[in-house]
């Protein structure tokens, strides 16, 4: 096993990121937890979001806080996010937003383990990162699409891998959706005017994007427990007989093999989502968003294949992390691989090494078209 391990990690060490991740970190800073207090209609694509923002500093002398954020502009045909305001003990703040950084003016210079709270205030209508569409049967949806740095198109966060954080989705939206995000589930309101409110909680730290949210007329099915964990699929209402077939197996199993392989599962429940924001899988912390083409009814192997790989990446890519986005391939490579050791243990050897063959054909064949284009931008 080793071997193939090694085989497979050098197949994935192409350029492909071989730029320098310049992303500006600050190592005195260390969000602890984001709290997303969220407004959604069916009147409007544009969303109001109350952050109430959780920071510890680690060192001394920081004056101002950089968050990411992108800024409504006409360059993006008046799409983007609107700060009306900030505050922290009741104190206004003053603030610059360009671009996509928001920087906030500290009151006074931080001091070593010093927490603080921030009530940030915008709305506006996203240009990527949250989906607001139809989905295939023509019924008005709200999807995250955060990969791998749009988050910060509806999020006002630190929207880099280096710096995870808990986080929490409190969204109040018309009453016939229901709401899907990280972690658990801890109210669900209905609040008499034709809304619900929902909270979830992520008590895990994760990476920002990771953060997720679905938001629609779901079919909701808790298919089983693992290690005293929820596991559950969320399909449109169209698609629960299909879904809820597809999606039962072999999430468990994947479950038990990597925590005895590799270690405890991080999170607090596993949920498979249908979505239309994904054309794949997106590996979210503890709630998978998968194309909304990926049910049918037929258990067939590709979609197996990848909900094995999204949960293989609740290990590789979530639970652990790249620090710089100059190291990604590496979660890739592990979730593949152990993708590959599951399909060995649960369908044996051969399995493995067909998967094994494809996934370097796969890997040759994008390595010549990187060449192709290197090659071009040299002539």
């Known amino acids: 096993m080793k071997n193939h391990l090694i085989l497979l990690l050098i197949l994935f060490s192409n350029n492909l990121f071989a730029r320098t991740d310049s992303y500006p970190k600050n190592p005195k800073v260390d969000v602890l937890n984001y709290q997303f207090n969220i407004k959604l209609s069916d009147d409007t694509d544009e969303i109001t979001c109350e952050l109430i923002l959780d920071v510890r500093y680690l060192g001394e002398g920081v004056d101002s806080l950089r968050l990411d954020l992108v800024k409504a502009s006409i360059a993006l045909e008046n799409k983007g996010m609107t700060v009306s305001s900030i505050q922290s003990e009741g104190q206004e703040l003053a603030f610059t937003h360009n671009g996509e950084e928001l920087k906030i003016k500290l009151p006074s210079s931080s001091k070593k383990d010093q927490e603080k709270q921030y009530q940030i205030v915008y709305s506006g209508i996203p240009a990527s990162g949250l989906k607001i569409a139809k989905n295939k049967y023509g019924d008005r949806t709200f999807f995250s699409d955060n990969w791998p740095d749009k988050g910060r198109n509806w999020l006002a966060m630190v929207d880099h891998p280096y710096d995870k954080a808990t986080c929490e989705f409190i969204v109040t939206a018309p009453s016939h959706y229901q709401v899907v995000s990280n972690g658990l589930k801890i109210e669900e309101t209905d609040l008499g005017n034709g809304n619900r ?25 808790e298919v089983e427990q693992f290690d005293h964990k929820s596991i559950q699929t969320w399909v449109y209402y169209q698609d629960r007989e299909k879904g809820f077939y597809d999606f039962a197996v072999p999430t468990k199993q994947v479950l038990e093999f990597y925590s005895d392989y590799i ?6 429940k596993l949920a498979n989502i249908q979505s239309n924001s994904v054309s794949g899988g997106m590996e979210a912390a503890s709630a998978i968003l998968y194309s909304e083409n990926s049910v049918v009814g037929d258990r067939n192997t590709r979609w197996r294949n990848v909900i094995i790989h999204e949960i293989a990446h609740q290990w590789f890519g979530n639970a652990v992390t790249e620090y710089d986005w100059d190291d990604v391939w590496l979660s890739e490579g592990f979730a593949t691989y152990f993708t590959l050791l599951f399909r060995e243990h649960a369908y044996g050897r051969d399995d493995f090494l067909e998967g094994l063959a494809n996934s370097k054909k796969t890997v040759d064949a994008f390595h010549e078209k990187i060449l192709i284009i290197e090659s071009s931008m040299i002539t």
């Open 197 to 221: 409110l929902t909270h979830w909680k992520q008590s895990v730290p994760i990476a920002s994007w990771l953060y997720v949210l679905g938001v629609a007329r779901f079919a909701m099915q």
């Open 263 to 268: 270690g405890p599962f991080s999170y607090e």
